[in-house]
């Protein structure tokens, strides 16, 4: 048994994960469940966002399984989500996109690359943000590390190795944003130097988004800093159909957190008409990060073949099904 900590979340998470469990379940994966609160749900019960309770769980079981949590506005937290990965260091944020059969994507062709997000520096880091007294300049800080830097660049190669992948491509600013995009690319190149199996090229960040929505197969893995990574990811999920099939891994050196990249989707809460093929790929990348790649490659298949069919799909892929019956047709395709 491996137990894994499941955060039902807020919106239309609960829904979603409800849809996320049925399917596991079937798949008789000897999981255990710790179910933990955090978000409004854990601020309703237990008057606070993330409670101790919740680190502990994840502290122990070291997984997670996250569904989306509402940020409220003004006090507490800035973010649940950037607390808790800087609470674990979950330093890579790692997001794949492909093109997938019956969806809305933009791009007619195969896509099928993996953004790798540095995810606790850059200028997320939330430090040195002010604006004067008078309202009229705003400052903020970025940092950026060698270490930092180092590590990122490195899980990439590492998860172009172990994934078969052939290219990696460092996507920075350095030409202008000289010192922070300048020490994460000349960190890039001495990591590079060291996996010569691995082929790497560098894009400046303006026309790799060019790039990416003209010729995206050119693209295998993409390495980059906090800012350019998140935007990134979101334009890669527009090409292949949108935020329904959007997951993300969260990887740290002592905890994981795996999730869909959307938010509590609060428009469509409580409808059940919610997608849960993006939080169901995040369980897909968690089974690879349990080194059960082959049940992983099971569940993705099953996923594959239900769009394939356009069995019970959700009104975003222009189907009528509820969220219940699309995890019901993919489960009975395991
Ligand atoms: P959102 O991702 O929740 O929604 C954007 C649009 O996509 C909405 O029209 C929504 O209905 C649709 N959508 C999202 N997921 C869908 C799904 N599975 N199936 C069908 N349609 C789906 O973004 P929004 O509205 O900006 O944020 C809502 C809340 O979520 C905010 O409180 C925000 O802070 C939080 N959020 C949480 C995240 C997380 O926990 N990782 C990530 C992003 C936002
Ligand atoms: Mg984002």
């Given at each position: ?42 601020l ?7 409670p101790?309770?919740?680190m ?10 996250k ?196 938010g ?35 569940l ?35």
């Amino acid at each position: 048994m491996t137990t894994i900590t499941v955060i039902r979340g807020d919106g239309i998470g609960p829904e979603i994960m409800d849809a996320t469990l049925h399917v596991l379940d079937a798949m008789q994966l000897g999981l255990a469940y710790e179910f933990a609160d955090a978000g409004m749900v854990a601020l309703e019960k237990h008057g606070e966002l993330l409670p101790a309770a919740t680190m502990d769980s994840i502290r122990r079981n070291k997984i997670a399984l996250k569904s989306p949590l509402t940020t409220p506005v003004g006090g507490g937290f800035s973010s649940i989500n950037v607390e808790l990965r800087k609470r674990f260091d979950l330093y890579a944020n790692v997001r794949p996109a492909r093109t997938f059969p019956n969806t809305k994507a933009r791009f007619p062709g195969n896509v099928d690359l993996i953004t790798v997000r540095e995810n606790t520096e850059g200028a997320y880091i939330g430090e040195g943000q002010e604006v004067s007294a008078d309202g009229e300049t705003a400052v903020l800080t970025q940092k950026v590390t060698r270490k930092g830097s180092e590590r990122i660049v490195r899980y990439a190669f590492e998860l172009a190795r172990t994934t078969g992948r052939k290219k990696v491509t460092v996507v920075h600013k350095a030409n202008i944003l000289k010192s922070t995009s300048g020490l994460f690319l000349k960190t890039a190149r001495e990591v590079a130097a060291q996996y010569p199996d691995i082929e790497c090229n560098e894009m400046i960040v303006d026309n790799a988004c060019m790039q990416l929505v003209m010729r995206p197969e050119q693209f295998d893995i993409i390495v980059t800093t906090n800012l350019f990574g998140d935007i990134i990811s979101d334009l890669c999920a527009g090409l292949v159909g949108g935020l329904g099939l959007a997951p993300g891994a969260n990887i740290g050196n002592d905890a994981a957190i795996f999730e869909a990249v959307h938010g509590s989707a609060p428009d469509i809460a409580g409808k059940g008409i919610a997608n849960p093929c993006a939080l169901l790929l995040g369980a897909a990348q968690m089974l690879d990060h349990l080194q059960r790649a082959d049940q992983a490659e099971r569940l993705r298949k099953a996923i594959v073949a239900t769009l394939e069919a356009k069995d019970s799909l959700t009104p975003d892929l222009g189907g009528d099904g509820t969220t219940l019956a699309f995890a019901k047709a993919i489960a009975s395709r395991l």
